[in-house]
């Protein structure tokens, strides 16, 4: 059974950083892709970054150069360095998991889903 825990989501002052993990257990597909997504109230959900089984990545263009994907396969964790936070970045951040064309950031590449952390920058 797939299971995807994120956790380090909390409260900051914008300009401020948090790191998210998300602690994944039961993927055993050879091929695939990890990202993060994250929704704000009343906004559909949205892609942020992924990294794929062979390292590569892509980002929504609002978070690059302030966010960063990155993978620890001997802890199975994956993790988004979130700097220069600001309060439009506020959100419930979800780790997702799926097939190797989730690089595109699209919503149903991704079958697997964590409950979310929320994540909330103030002014």
């Known amino acids: 059974q797939v299971k995807l825990v994120e956790s380090g989501g909390g409260s900051v002052q914008a300009g401020g950083s948090l790191r998210l993990s998300c602690a994944v257990s039961?993927?055993?597909?050879?091929?695939?892709?990890m990202g993060w997504f994250r929704q704000a109230p009343g906004k559909e959900r949205e892609g942020v970054a992924a990294?794929?089984?062979?390292?590569?990545?892509s980002y929504a263009e609002f978070v690059k150069g302030q966010f960063t994907i990155s993978q620890d396969n001997a802890e199975n964790t994956l993790y988004l360095q979130m700097n220069s936070l600001k309060p439009e970045d506020t959100a419930l951040y979800y780790c997702?998991?799926?097939?190797?064309?989730?690089?595109?950031?699209?919503?149903?590449?991704?079958?697997?889903w964590g409950q979310g952390t929320q994540v909330t920058v103030s002014s």
């Open positions: 997702a998991a799926g097939s190797a064309l989730g690089l595109a950031l699209i919503i149903t590449d991704f079958g697997y």
């Open positions: 039961g993927y055993t597909y050879g091929s695939y892709c």
């Open positions: 990294i794929d089984s062979d390292g590569a990545t």
